[in-house]
């Protein structure tokens, strides 16, 4: 079984950003309003890429550990592609006056090199990634890749990472909208049922046209024409919706951040996805679809309800877990 990450576009690349900027998809989910309560400081996002700029001015400081799976020199995770550095940075890219800044930028960094340099990949390497990412007991892993593919054994590991309480999010793909397979294209791992399935948008809220779909299109992030962080110190515009994946990623590490500093504990990964659910703005057709999934998610909607919150509520009401998270939420407890 083989693996390729998801076909991006390099649109522009700059060696250097002297004056620190932050990308409409930060400011598209809302994450400057966040920044004043928590940034992310302690929580750990592993990354599964192409490997990652160790010596990125915006990301040295963010990383703590790294494996290389695709050679014998387990700690080479030289970038040689780009992917993984650009998707780096918009999950934890530093405060720093300089370059850019990310969704959480204080979050820790776990990045595992599974991706060559052509970003291929085989089963071995993910699989290796993602059981050492659960041995650094991560509280959100990244996966910007997707294939058609997939087995038991894989779906077995998914499963149990989950059932350990790490959140899960993945790009939905790069295959647009198709006639055939019901209009379906997401691929995996994001077609598994306890994985976040992230489709992309461009500035105007629309659907990227080479944004995957289908019924699996949970959360819907900022994914055409991204800046972040790239090769030698570099930065560069790409799109994809691995680039509204890491969107999602740095979300759920504020999220996990406030979790810790308000009740002292982390939330599971269903309270992730309900909260995920009940804040995105409703786009496409109402309630859940096959573009946008739940829809936007933006902090900035925190204090708004939509249709999604009203469904959410019916969805959930036999199950009496969910409806005390619900009423908390009503009361403005858990996040407001």
Known sequence: MRFKISDFKVLDVRRSQKREVIDYGVEMVGAPLEWSETTGKGIKV????????VNHEDLRGRIKEYVNFTSSDR??????????????????????????IGVAPEADLYIAKAFDKDGSADFEAIRNSLVWMAERNVDVINMSFSSQTTSREYQKIISDLYASGITLVCAAGNEGASEGDNGDTIGYPARFDETIAVTAVDINKKRADFSSVGAEAEIAAAGKDIYSCYLDNGYATLSGTSMATPVITGAVALLQAKGLRRYK?????????LVLHIYSEDLGE????????????????????DYVYDNAALRTRGSLRTDMILNAIIAGILLL
Not at 46 to 53: A, C, K, N, S
Not at 75 to 88: E, F, R, W, Y
Not at 89 to 96: D, F, K, L
């Open 286 to 305: 109402a309630g859940r679809d096959t573009e946008y999934g739940f829809g936007l998610f933006s902090f900035g909607r925190f204090n708004r309800t």
């Open 75 to 100: 700690q080479n995770v030289l970038d040689d592609n780009g992917h993984g550095t650009h998707v780096a940075g918009i999950i934890a890219a530093e405060r720093n006056n300089v370059g850019v």
């Open 265 to 273: 504990r982390r939330l599971t990964p269903e309270e992730i996805r």
């Open 46 to 53: 592993g990354v599964i890429d192409t490997g990652i700029d």
